[in-house]
């Protein structure tokens, strides 16, 4: 079992920056894919970001590539999106999720799961 907890949530300025992080206990960390997800009310939870255990491969959703940024610190079980230049439209409750395999950007193929921080963007 792998327990994933969230943090780093927020109201911000559109133009703004947040970095959420996601601590993650049990398991050896090291070992899974870690991604991130966002689902806004009434949408569909869409894929964010991944990132591979040794961090040398990160995909992004084109909606995002160029203002968040992945990455991962192993010796403290974390991992990070740093999002930049905040839009109206990256408001949503974000999670990160955990699985063993090669990354994918399919939430019902990540095996754990966070609670979820919101995010708020104002205009």
């Known amino acids: 079992q792998v327990q994933l907890v969230e943090s780093g949530g927020g109201l911000v300025q559109a133009g703004g920056s947040l970095r959420l992080s996601c601590a993650a206990s049990?398991?050896?960390?090291?070992?899974?894919?870690m991604g991130w997800f966002r689902q806004a009310p009434g949408k569909e939870r869409e894929f964010v970001s991944c990132?591979?255990?040794?961090?040398?491969?990160?995909y992004y959703a084109d909606s995002v590539k160029g203002r968040f940024t992945i990455s991962r610190d192993n010796a403290k079980n974390t991992v990070y999106l740093q999002m930049n230049s905040l839009k109206s439209e990256d408001a949503a409750v974000y999670s990160c999720a955990a699985r063993s395999g090669p990354p994918v950007s399919i939430p019902r193929l990540y095996n754990y799961w966070g609670q979820g921080t919101q995010v708020t963007v104002s205009s």
């Open positions: 049990g398991r050896t960390f090291s070992r899974y894919v």
């Open positions: 990132i591979t255990w040794s961090g040398d491969s990160i």
